[in-house]
């Protein structure tokens, strides 16, 4: 069984760790903590990625290829 929780660090509590002590009962369990990097840095990181995403900002800054929806 795989559970993900994604959480603040602040949000870390004792009420936590008695969920997850009563989802796994008396069992093993393991425990990997991965500090999310910032979405942008992210999606930036692959180069084809990069070159859409600031292609498509350098557009809609142009006023290309813009969708105007009008919520009535």
């Known amino acids: 069984m ?3 929780y994604r959480l603040n660090s602040k949000e870390l509590n004792a009420d936590l760790i008695k969920s997850i002590q009563n989802m ?3 069992k ?3 425990l ?3 500090a ?3 979405e942008t840095e992210y ?3 692959d180069q084809q990625n990069r070159d859409h995403l600031l292609k ?4 809609l800054e142009e006023g ?4 105007e929806v009008s919520i009535a």
Do not use: G, S
């Not at 498509?56 to 557009?59: M, N, P, S, T």
């Open 64 to 67: 290309k290829n813009r969708v």
């Open 24 to 26: 796994y009962h008396d």
């Open 2 to 4: 795989q559970t993900i």
């Open 56 to 59: 498509a900002v350098k557009e």
């Open 43 to 45: 999606l930036l990181k």
């Open 36 to 38: 999310v990097e910032d």
């Open 32 to 34: 990997t903590v991965i």
């Open 28 to 30: 093993d369990i393991e």
